[in-house]
């Protein structure tokens, strides 16, 4: 999968999530634990981890189950961290019941845990959602993300010189939407939008450095790490600009 087509499967992941938020809690909910899914097929084939099963499971396990754990804590991070300590047992656990030699246990297990934290910052998506402005604030960072994501590829520039661009189409398209939906404010576009640029410029050029970045579940993998790891940031940046 290329470097372009990566980009579009982003833009197309954010842009499933702003049409999510149309629906309130369960659209985006469902939204978070598709891309979850998809994450948890895809990263142990991009980091090529020699226990693929067991990751998967972990992943999909520690990315549901914190969607679950906001959604009955009333839309707060409360019990986050705990769902992410039981993934850390669970990580452990797999590498324990392994009967392959474990040949690569430390990069196994620092791979899957890698992945577990990715798949558990999906569930600030559901936390913003929860609260009043949610859902602005959702449409706000995911289409801001989009933009982001594909500025970053039409320049002609590579690598991390290609951040700065996608920073500012980030922070401009997040500032142009909250200037279009009634809640959120301005600053809280621009700042969530550049927050947006920098993770989808920087991750996509840290992930495209790995071989099976250019293969379809790979590639697709890590296309939807921004959109997940964008939940947590948007739910700090509206819990400290009073968004949510």
Do not use: N, Q
């Amino acid at each position: 999968m290329s470097r372009s087509t990566r980009a579009v499967v982003t833009a197309v992941a954010a842009s499933l999530l702003a049409a999510a938020a149309f629906l309130g809690a369960t659209g985006v909910s469902g939204a978070v634990a598709l891309l979850v899914v998809v994450l948890a097929i895809g990263w142990p084939r991009l980091l090529d981890l020699p226990s693929g099963a067991g990751s998967t499971t972990v992943l999909a396990l520690v990315g549901l189950g914190g969607v679950a754990a906001v959604v009955l804590d009333g839309g707060t991070l409360g019990t986050l961290p705990f769902v992410v300590a039981c993934g850390l047992v669970l990580a452990f656990l797999v590498e324990m019941l392994r009967r392959d030699g474990r040949p690569r246990l430390v990069e196994s297990l620092t791979g899957t845990v890698a992945g577990l934290v990715v798949a558990a910052c999906g569930a600030g998506w559901t936390a913003v959602v929860e609260h009043d402005g949610g859902p602005d604030l959702v449409v706000v960072s995911a289409g801001a993300l989009a933009a982001a994501s594909v500025a970053a590829v039409l320049v002609p520039w590579k690598g991390w010189s290609s951040v700065g661009v996608a920073v500012a189409a980030g922070a401009a398209v997040g500032t142009g939407i909250a200037a279009l939906v009634p809640v959120t404010a301005l600053g809280e576009g621009v700042v969530v939008g550049a927050f947006a640029g920098v993770l989808a410029a920087s991750l996509h050029v840290l992930l495209e450095k790995l071989p099976a970045s250019t293969s379809r579940w790979g590639g697709v993998a890590s296309a939807v790490v921004p959109v997940l790891v964008l939940g947590v940031v948007a739910y700090v940046v509206g819990d400290l600009l009073g968004a949510l």
